[in-house]
């Protein structure tokens, strides 16, 4: 028998019946429970694989090997990944083994992937997997620093990773959670647990630009800040969740408890060009008025409205970033955030980087109560 | 000037007169052909002689009139730089080398040569000022000159004539001629510093606007504003308009100016300050309203 068009189309209208009638019938069994035979598995891997090396064509890898971006990452990963990614020291949960697929450990695989993949990864996530996109839009920066950790992976062991993922907490030997964190005087045990992973229960940070120093800055700043990332009119896929859940309240309560804490009395950051800080200086104190950039200092010196932040002493590199999200448009903030919008855009890199490095170099300013 | 253009008016319309007459003469007095040596007489003489002869001294007229048109003023000089999308403005008086600076607005003195020196730092624009003197380009890295002597007192409106960008139509100013002694006061004031707030509400103001960082780009000659970006609002209060020249200067209009900035004029470097509460907003404009 000769297979013509007709005989063609019958055949696939057919073909689709019997697929409606098998989606309607419920025979086929969706159950997680149920697992994938070996050939499916074989094929969404396959396919998977593909569609990340097709997407990521094209994706410049900036330079992953500086600390702050690993420290960056491991403490989101200890929150955000390890839950069902596991970590050294710390086994999946029992509940992400029985998703279909298992949610992978994650060092055998690190290394199948080029950079700019896993960023792919990361950033938007894999459909059907329960792998979930970032939660923050435009901060690539942050994803980045999530790959920078994972790169570092397979080198740790147990106590490494604690020391990365929580600081000083791992440092002095105290178990992760739960108690430890009772002697904190009026703020909430466990929201400032989380915190202090990253920022340090000084709100020091932990002495690199990983993290901006919360100490010396006002309640009403830190406040507005928190419940700008609870309220995602600040973008960050690390801050957004991890203040997520925490009622307002409390909130402010974290707010108070750094405000109260005591900035160092140095400048942060290893010894500055003196000839960037100087150009520096010149941006902070002057502006640069053809350009149309007003005076750093003229908003953030010392007579300045509460929730506009401290900036004398705090890390050089956050500072740089936050400017280049402001200029790019991705950062958002308190309700006055655009008044920097519209100053960073007349910013070029050299001047962001002058500007930082100056601000950096000033001794930090106490907060007023 | 006026001279020129009367002189032009005339001989146009005698020339005028001419040539329908010719033409009249041609086809109604005597409609027929002319000889030879008429014709080739009225083709040189007409066509090439009389139109060189008139051409030529007219050219020589006016270009003896030019000196007069750049001859320098009577020592008061105005630069005034055309920015998106409004005007800054000095006031160079004679002898004195500190400039008295305001904005959007110009004040000059009757009946006095007035030197202006015009620039732009960013685009091209052009002022002009309808009934006082034709259009002058304001042009980056360059300056350009424009000598008014006003013959008038009055408030005239001046405009910027060069398409300049998204608000190029709200970049507006005022025009005011005073006679020589209230201009002369009206400069004492203006170079003096601010006088510092009277009333509660304005002191308020002061200090918002000291908070919030209006001093990044506003002076505030007598305060701790000293930002070079905006425009200076050291006597704000007594300007013929806000926001140059599109809002009336009344305290509602400085409210709403602060608070939509960018919803106003599209495109502008001031930030709109929705986030404040009308009350401060409120107090703003009063501290504003009062820099007289």
Known sequence: MRIGIKELVLILAALAAGGLLFAWSGIFNIAASSGHWAITKWFLHYTMHQSVETHA??????????????????????????????????????????????????????????PRELFWIVKNGVKYTGMPAWAGHERDDEVWSVVAFLL???????????????????????????????????????????????HGRD????????????????????????LAYARETRNSGIMTPAVSGIGEGELARLAAHYARQAPPDTGSGPAPDEELVEQGRRIARDGVPVDGVPACLSCHGERRR??????????????????????????????????????????????????????ASLPPEHATP | MAELFWLMAGGAALIWVLVLGTAFYATRVRPRPHGEHVGRMLILGGGVAFPLVVLT????????????????????????????????VAYYRPGSDAPVHAANELRLPLGQRVELELDSPDVIHSLWIPPLAGKVDMIPGRTTRLVLEPTRTGTFRGVCAEFCGA?????????????????AAWLESEAAPARPAKDALARQGADLFLELGCGACHTVRGTEARGPVGPDLTHVGSRLSLAAGIMPNEPDAFARWIAEAEEIKPGSRMPSFNMLPARELDALAAWLESLQ
């Open chain 1, 57 to 114: 064509m094209g994706i410049e890898t900036p330079p992953l090997d500086d600390i702050a971006m690993v420290q960056r990452g491991a403490g989101h990963y200890a929150t955000g990944c390890a839950p069902c990614h596991g970590a050294p020291g710390t086994e999946r949960s029992p509940v992400a083994l029985e998703m279909t697929p298992h949610p992978p450990t994650l060092v055998p695989h690190i290394e199948v992937f080029e």
């Open chain 1, 152 to 198: 570092r992976l397979d080198e740790l062991d147990e106590a490494g990773y604690r020391e990365l993922a929580h600081g000083e907490a791992a440092r002095r030997g105290e178990p992760l959670d739960g108690p430890v964190l009772a002697a904190l005087g009026g703020a909430p045990p466990e929201p400032l647990a989380g915190c202090a992973r990253c």
């Open chain 1, 203 to 226: 709100g020091n940070g932990r002495g690199t630009g990983a993290f901006p120093r919360l100490s010396g800055q006002s309640e009403a700043y830190l406040l507005a800040s928190l």
């Open chain 1, 306 to 359: 509460p929730v506009y932040p401290a900036l004398a002493g705090q890390h050089a590199d956050y500072l740089a970033g936050q400017l280049r999200l402001f200029r790019d448009g991705g950062r958002g903030g308190t309700p006055f955030a655009h008044l920097m919008e519209t100053v960073a855009r007349r910013l070029d890199d050299g001047q962001i980087e002058a500007v930082s490095a100056f601000l």
């Open chain 2, 57 to 88: 001294s007219l050219l020589i007229y006016g270009l003896a009139l030019m000196p007069e048109l750049r001859a320098p003023g009577d020592g008061l000089k105005i630069r005034v730089s055309g920015e998106q999308w409004w005007w800054r």
């Open chain 2, 167 to 183: 608000s190029h139509a709200l970049m507006a100013f005022m025009v005011e001629v005073m006679e020589p002694e209230a201009f």
